[in-house]
């Protein structure tokens, strides 16, 4: 929008052309044209134009972007410039700039350092709070908008860990891609816990997770269940048992998971055999348990479905825990206080038709 307004020169007297704009030097020309445009909810100054015609550069002045409040959220999550700068794909000063720049708009600290820990201040603590509704808020605007010619598209962030991945999705990646062939679907792979904590800061739109869940703002929507039994290499004397007992299995050498739920399902059955258990090896994957099981360096608990191409093939044999049953649930958890995008809602519904279906 251009405003033409005509004026003398009067050396002691400014002109401002609208209650958002700045008041400009007075200058010696009869005529000043002042631009201004729509930008981040604000009226500005095309600075070029507005300079040029009052023969000076005017003072810069910033607007607080998305991409810095994103940055800020990281950094008070991690606790560390360097931390969040890595989890962005960013360089510490790139980070560091952009909550300088944050600071000084506002006029505030918003860390205080404490060692080599930072620490929100009072008002961060508040950009902290309304930062996260922005981005949700902005989230929620893009998918919306995108949504308006009801299309099922976009993309689908999951969490799941590496196993889940492996033996439980892939079949309901394949029918949700053979229902809804233009949404994406993006995995972020971690243990149980780091998945509902992504779920918790609004980073991932749905997570696949080992039950029992307790945040009540979850929905739950059960789809898998399996039974842990041991396993050992076909050749093994325990490959001819009909079962054996968690006593028998601490004298054997044992090859656990390095964490997660089956992890502390190992540690609390094998609590009293404790002094006299022996793990040979911790390995971070089932793939490379099960290899390492094949090749005679000890067996292990998995789920059945886990190691049921190899149990197949001959290369390893199941064998029940006596009087003992374990069992993994797991299920898909969304959170109902946000609103879910079509793409979602459309994967939650192939999800939930194959309820039951996956379990072995």
Same mark, same amino acid.
């Given at each position: 929008?251009?405003i033409? %307004?005509?004026?003398?020169s009067? /050396?002691?007297?400014?002109?401002?052309?609208?209650?958002?704009?700045?008041?400009?030097?007075?200058?010696?020309s009869?005529i000043?044209?002042?631009?201004?445009?729509?930008?981040?909810?604000?009226? *500005?100054?095309?600075?070029? &134009?507005?300079? &040029?015609?009052?023969?000076?550069?005017?003072?810069?002045?910033?607007?607080?972007?998305?991409?810095?409040?994103?940055?800020f959220? &990281?950094?008070?999550?991690q606790?560390?410039?360097?931390?969040?700068?890595?989890?962005l794909?960013?360089?510490?000063?790139?980070?560091?700039?952009?909550?300088?720049?944050?600071e000084?708009e506002?006029?505030? $600290?918003?860390?205080?350092?404490?060692?080599?820990?930072?620490?929100?201040?009072?008002?961060?603590?508040? !950009?902290?709070?309304?930062?996260?509704?922005?981005?949700?808020?902005?989230?929620?605007?893009?998918?919306?908008?995108?949504?308006?010619?009801?299309?099922? =598209? #976009?993309?689908?962030?999951?969490?799941?860990?590496?196993?889940?991945?492996?033996?439980?999705?892939?079949?309901?990646?394949?029918?949700? $891609?053979?229902?809804?062939?233009?949404?994406?679907?993006?995995?972020?792979?971690?243990?149980?816990?780091?998945?509902?904590? $992504?779920?918790? &800061?609004?980073?991932?739109?749905?997570?696949?997770?080992?039950l029992?869940?307790?945040?009540?703002?979850?929905k739950?929507?059960p789809?898998?269940?399996?039974?842990?039994?041991?396993?050992?290499?076909?050749?093994? /004397?325990?490959?001819?048992?009909?079962?054996? *007992?968690?006593?028998?299995?601490?004298?054997?050498?044992?090859?656990?998971?390095?964490? #997660?739920?089956?992890?502390?399902?190992?540690?609390?059955?094998? %609590?009293?055999?404790?002094?006299?258990?022996?793990?040979?090896?911790?390995?971070?994957?089932?793939?490379?348990?099960k290899?390492?099981? *094949?090749?005679? !360096?000890?067996? =292990?608990?998995?789920?059945?479905?886990?190691?049921e191409?190899?149990? $197949?093939? #001959?290369?390893?044999k199941?064998v029940?825990?006596?009087?003992?049953?374990?069992?993994?649930?797991?299920? !898909?958890?969304?959170?109902?206080?946000?609103?879910?995008?079509?793409?979602?809602?459309?994967?939650?519904?192939?999800?939930?038709?194959?309820?039951?279906?996956?379990?072995?």
């Amino acid at each position: 929008m251009q405003i033409l %307004r005509e004026r003398k020169s009067v /050396p002691t007297e400014t002109h401002s052309v609208h209650s958002h704009s700045r008041v400009l030097p007075q200058t010696e020309s009869d005529i000043i044209t002042f631009v201004y445009r729509l930008d981040n909810g604000c009226l *500005s100054q095309d600075r070029a &134009e507005a300079a &040029e015609a009052v023969g000076t550069a005017l003072p810069r002045r910033e607007s607080m972007e998305l991409d810095q409040v994103a940055a800020f959220l &990281e950094v008070a999550r991690q606790q560390s410039f360097s931390r969040a700068a890595e989890k962005l794909y960013r360089t510490q000063p790139a980070i560091s700039a952009q909550i300088r720049a944050l600071e000084e708009e506002f006029g505030q $600290k918003l860390f205080d350092r404490l060692g080599r820990k930072i620490f929100l201040t009072p008002s961060g603590e508040v !950009l902290y709070e309304y930062g996260e509704k922005l981005l949700d808020l902005h989230r929620e605007t893009l998918q919306r908008v995108r949504e308006a010619q009801n299309a099922v =598209s #976009g993309k689908v962030v999951v969490g799941a860990n590496e196993a889940t991945c492996l033996y439980v999705l892939p079949r309901v990646f394949a029918e949700f $891609k053979h229902q809804h062939p233009q949404v994406g679907i993006s995995i972020y792979r971690n243990f149980t816990h780091k998945i509902l904590q $992504k779920m918790a &800061e609004s980073q991932i739109d749905l997570g696949i997770v080992t039950l029992p869940v307790t945040q009540n703002y979850l929905k739950v929507v059960p789809i898998f269940e399996d039974e842990l039994q041991v396993v050992v290499p076909a050749k093994h /004397p325990l490959a001819k048992r009909s079962s054996v *007992s968690v006593e028998e299995l601490a004298g054997e050498p044992l090859i656990f998971p390095k964490g #997660g739920h089956t992890r502390e399902l190992l540690e609390k059955i094998f %609590r009293r055999y404790r002094n006299q258990l022996q793990i040979s090896m911790e390995l971070a994957s089932v793939e490379s348990i099960k290899k390492f099981v *094949s090749a005679g !360096l000890g067996i =292990s608990l998995l789920s059945r479905s886990y190691a049921e191409m190899e149990t $197949k093939s #001959g290369i390893l044999k199941l064998v029940p825990v006596q009087d003992l049953k374990l069992t993994r649930r797991l299920g !898909l958890v969304y959170r109902t206080d946000r609103h879910l995008s079509r793409s979602v809602q459309a994967f939650v519904a192939v999800a939930a038709d194959f309820s039951g279906k996956l379990s072995s």
